[in-house]
Nanobody, 115 residues
Framework: QVRLVESGGGLVQPGGSLRLSCAASGGSLWMYTMAWYRQGPGKQRELVASLAPGNFRDYADSVKGRFTISKDNSGQRVYLQMNSLTPEDTAVYYC?????????WGQGTQVTVSS
């Protein structure tokens, strides 16, 4: 089974940028529908961005125009480029992969937007 590990989180000032990375081991992500979710303090986990085979992308309204999901040419990494960050983007960000009835989650990476 594919295992996912996120990295790239941290503390950033409002208006700043971060790029999250999700690395896969144990298989390729080419046929997976990949997504980034987040869970803010006291909030439910929500879908932020998804990338389906064929490069079909979808974004939550709250991040459209600011976040970009992408996959590298090796099919082993998925990224989330986050620009113009606000305190409302503070959350634990999770990488998720789905292939048919199988799904896998990463352990999460903390993003804190604060001055």
């Amino acid at each position: 089974q594919v295992r996912l590990v996120e990295s790239g989180g941290g503390l950033v000032q409002p208006g700043g940028s971060l790029r999250l990375s999700c690395a896969a081991s144990g298989g390729s992500l080419w046929m997976y529908t990949m997504a980034w979710y987040r869970q803010g303090p006291g909030k439910q986990r929500e879908l932020v961005a998804s990338l389906a085979p064929g490069n079909f992308r979808d974004y939550a309204d709250s991040v459209k125009g600011r976040f970009t999901i992408s996959k590298d040419n090796s099919g082993q990494r998925v990224y989330l480029q986050m620009n113009s960050l606000t305190p409302e983007d503070t959350a634990v960000y999770y990488c998720h992969g789905r292939l048919g009835g199988d799904e896998t989650w990463g352990q999460g990476t903390q993003v804190t937007v604060s001055s």
